[in-house]
């Protein structure tokens, strides 16, 4: 299964900026896309963003669009996760997760998982 190893992560103030970083290794093959999900204390786990390998193509949260890019670097096998205008609710655990398929925002539709990096964002 592929590896999937966050960074990124820290305190930052309100109307900040981070970039998240995602990094592949390990069996990348049949992974159609990597994407970033996020889940705070007592809260669902929910989708941010995601990227498609093969043509770019880009998936937002409707909450993030505006203030947050997701890119690729298919040589490095890393996706970056850009998020300006940073408020208190996006504070979080960030997930990366690898897709077999090229659409869906579901836990369901990603099947592999990083362990997290940990977004904080003072008022």
């Known amino acids: 299964q592929v590896q999937l190893v966050e960074s990124g992560g820290g305190l930052v103030q309100a109307g900040g900026s981070l970039r998240l970083s995602c990094a592949a290794s390990g069996r990348t093959f049949g992974y159609s896309r990597l994407g970033w999900f996020r889940q705070a204390p007592g809260k669902e786990r929910e989708f941010v963003a995601a990227i498609t390998w093969s043509g770019g193509s880009t998936q937002y949260r409707d909450s993030m669009k505006g203030r947050t890019t997701i890119s690729r670097d298919n040589a490095k096998n890393t996706v970056y996760l850009q998020m300006n205008s940073l408020k208190p609710e996006d504070t979080a655990v960030y997930y990366c997760?690898?897709?077999?398929?090229?659409?869906?925002?579901?836990?369901?539709?990603?099947?592999?998982w990083g362990q997290g990096t940990q977004v904080t964002v003072s008022s």
């Open positions: 997760a690898a897709s077999r398929t090229a659409y869906g925002s579901g836990r369901a539709d990603f099947g592999s």
